[in-house]
């Protein structure tokens, strides 16, 4: 080996040693980043005005460096060019995606969980974040099914069961949920040795069916439509329910599609409620739907993944009725648990629905092993649950029930301001922490509520183009934000219009700054003096 | 509301904050928490002597704490009870999975990561997070597939495209590869709306075929079996293809069961290579994989998660040949590319081949954006793809040849102790830097190999029972770690051993060390008299 080359492995070395005294070059750029990072989260803004092509300039060389880099070196350019060009999600002006402010104590855990580096597919890399994790989902399983002791000591930690499956986020623990019904549906019978071992193909052709059917309310998250997809059940299967005036999936079309399905000679698969749709964060008829899941003999899932925590409230918990029903229940950490993004479940009513899906490797994972990999879509994974016991720990029960009272109080109060003002219509009210609205000054809202479809037409199209541009005035201002999404308000006759959406989940959110994001869209609105020029004139046609 | 609970909400405002001083409570928790854990790092230990049954009492209530508790008393459970009994999968003894060392510059980087808690599902929630993503994929792509400035110039920021997905690890990343593939295969075709819309059955009609099969070595990662269930194409349609002596794929077998499957009507939808099997490190004969994969048309995917990072040593790079020819290949972050667990990726070869799993929302993921998560499986994800960033500047392509290099010579010196030891047989020889071995004293090697079927069946029962035994005695007293699988090796008749598996990805490991492995084993074996006694007395019944 050369000189060169031995002094280069000294020095790799030297990065896989923990630094002994703080002085240390990198104990001092630890620090440094500390306080530099304590710096960035005390600002109120919510991101620097950059354009996404300026910044796309900094990340473009597609060779991999050569050379090593000094760690302080790279600390500047990070700093620089991503810290300070990324979106600000803890800022109490942020108040348009389900991104909020997190708890300081997350951070210092956070730091072990890297430094520990457990991979919780298996228990002889990662021992107790085994129980922990096991911990933790008996924890939300009982937060939603509320058995009693004698239950969860017995299937807690008990090898051939899983309350549920830990994984990076409400998606993949849809799509769990509907992998467990799908493979439980299609389950061995007879000659037929399953779904899993013969794929759908085969099993179609023995339940003689046409197709396997998923319904969910049209507001339901697109994760669904992946889900239906990745497990062959193809998008056309999965029908979007017509909703209320409410946003609340409607039982009477429900109950005609479910017929009409059957008729076809398709299945139902599964019935999802959404407890807390993204853009409205609307409740579904869970008590409903759980009646006719049973009358049917099918699954019924609940995707709480953001209304979940909802459940901690004993002034609020009565809204998510029904979701004690449930064979399977989403619920995102990463939302309403305050926890780093990367943290999602899924929890089973039947603590042995998972073994559905279970499989074993010869190196892990083996029968009768208490490895959580067993049971999880994902292998090797981070230790993340740990945060999730940190916060039902550190904040508890009363804490969480807290920040959602006051989230759903924030919201009330957010939509009487905007509906006190002559400028803006509430379009959804309300029912969690979650609401849309638009700029539409009340002298217009007359006219577009009596004008004829065409008219009426025209001037929602027109009003589309001015929230978009205001939304993305706002966000490239970068002091608050809210982001945009598009609804069918039967007032409109179910015709589509854009609206703003406004999630209040950040405790340091106050009502100046909500005061502020709707003085701001009143000023941004001014920018636009050829849009407001065709909508006064839209509005004189007839 | 009451004077208890303004102040409770006092208090719940005070932990969303940053500590001001780093003489708060918060704060010197966070020093104290640091201290503490480089303490831990620095022991030279793998895991603590306690039983799971014993950890799990620390683990076992299921009722949500009602009150909140102090940061500082939960912080001194976390020591105690988690951080204590959890595994140091960084130690140098831990020799047995593919979790290693960690460079300590990730720990304040990933702090960074959390306390900034970006979603890079979408430009909004993580803004320059989406360019360093995109250029990490190109990064990786380029690695793989080597194609020139002016390519990645044109796709690397198009919203049309991407070069890869970047996901929570090397199962998705596999899953995501065989998703584009199967959607690819059955895609849109004349009044056939293509797989994602109408599903697997239709598709299967469409396409006048019985079944997808997969084909991949029988030592391929189990998360191939859970792709097959999950797609709908089911366990008995993924192949597994006999190796030859060295553990690579058969490609005579691999011929014969396409032609086979063919015969009986169903289409091959995938050849899968291997780039490091997960229990031997072996590398399968890419070049003429693709050969065939050309002829029949079918994908080609390479699961490179372990070995992909090979391609960084000029030394070793040739052993992958055939890798560039790929459709897709899977790369891990959290493998040897030395970055926290929760970094799985995936390239493609066609900058368009995603839009296959193509998906949007009203309120995200419009067409025409560059959010990330129009192609990912995943929805809301964290920003890891910037410590994959980080790694490849601050360590740069020779440090990460520095470190494929050592692991391949420290792998063939463990390999050389342990044949010139008398007492262990080396099962298979490293390719990369993993290694199969077991407890066989010389003597016995000799007759069991010359011994007829049902003795050498008794002797190899025996020899496996021991194996276990030592395997989890070495583990319980957590000095030093290796695992086992099971492996069929020719020299057996093809019948399968248990064996010890090493994994040498770690740069402190030292010769030292990997004799007082030996040794310890050695020691451990001496503890089970019985079975050595039945092991002479199997060994002389002929």
Request: charged fraction near 20%; glycine fraction near 8%.
């Amino acid at each position: 080996m050369t000189e060169h080359a031995q002094a280069n492995l000294k020095n790799l070395y030297r990065i896989f040693t923990v630094p002994e005294a703080p002085d240390s070059t990198l104990g001092s750029v630890d620090q440094a980043l500390t306080k530099d990072l304590a710096g960035f989260l005390q600002e109120h803004i919510v991101a620097q005005g950059t354009s996404l092509e300026e910044i796309e300039k900094d990340f473009s060389t597609s060779a991999i460096p050569e050379d090593p880099t000094f760690v302080s070196e790279y600390t500047e350019f990070l700093k620089e060019k991503l810290v300070a060009q990324s979106v600000h999600t803890a800022s109490p002006g942020f108040v348009g995606h389900m991104t909020s402010a997190m708890p300081y104590f997350m951070l210092p855990l956070a730091r072990i969980l890297m430094a520990l580096n457990q991979n919780t597919v298996k228990v002889e890399t990662s021992k107790a974040f085994t129980p922990l994790e096991r911990q933790v989902l008996a924890m939300l399983n009982r937060l939603v099914y509320n058995r009693d002791d004698a239950f969860y000591a017995k299937w807690m930690h008990n090898s051939r069961s899983a309350l549920g499956a830990f994984c990076s986020g409400g998606t993949i623990a849809n799509i769990t949920a509907l992998w467990v019904a799908r493979n439980r549906l299609c389950g061995p019978d007879g000659d037929f040795r399953g779904i899993a071992q013969e794929g759908l193909f085969k099993a179609l052709k023995h339940l003689q069916c046409e197709g396997l059917v998923l319904l969910a309310s049209r507001r339901a998250h697109y994760s669904l439509g992946k889900a239906v997809d990745l497990l062959g059940i193809g998008r056309e299967n999965l029908i979007p329910v017509e909703t209320d005036d409410n946003n609340r999936l409607d039982m009477r079309h429900l109950r005609n599609h479910c017929h009409r399905v059957q008729e076809e000679g398709k299945r139902v698969l599964a019935l999802v409620g959404i407890a807390g749709t993204t853009e409205t964060g609307t409740i579904d008829p869970l008590e409903e739907m759980a009646d006719l899941a049973t009358e049917l003999g099918c699954h019924f899932h609940v995707d709480a993944a953001w209304g979940g925590p909802t459940l901690f409230s004993d002034s609020h918990r009565w809204r998510l009725r029904g979701i004690e029903r449930a064979d399977s229940v989403t619920i995102d950490g990463h939302k309403q648990l305050y926890v780093p993004m990367g943290a999602g479940m899924v929890v089973f009513k039947d603590p042995q629905a998972v073994s559905a899906i279970a499989h074993h490797a010869a190196y892990i994972l083996r029968p009768g092993s208490k490895d959580l990999g067993i049971h999880t879509l994902e292998g090797s994974r981070p230790g993340k649950a740990m945060l999730v016991h940190a916060g039902l720990s550190i904040i508890g029960r009363k804490g969480y029930e807290l920040l959602i009272d006051q989230g759903i109080e924030r919201a009330q109060h957010f939509a009487d301001l905007i509906e006190a003002d002559p400028d803006f219509e509430l379009v959804t009210r309300p029912e969690l922490n979650i609401l849309t609205y638009r700029y539409h000054p009340a002298w217009l809202q007359k006219i577009t509520a009596q004008a004829p479809a065409e008219q009426q037409k025209t001037i929602n199209s027109l009003l589309d183009q001015l929230t978009v541009n205001v939304q993305k005035a706002q966000r490239e201002a970068g002091k608050t934000f809210v982001s945009r999404t598009r609804l069918e308000p039967s007032r409109y006759n179910g015709e589509s219009i854009t609206v703003f959406r406004s999630v209040l989940a950040n405790p340091l959110t106050t009502d100046t700054i909500l005061e502020g994001v709707l003085a701001e869209q009143k000023e941004l609105v001014r920018c636009y003096p050829e849009l407001l020029a065709k909508l006064r004139a839209a509005a004189t046609i007839s």
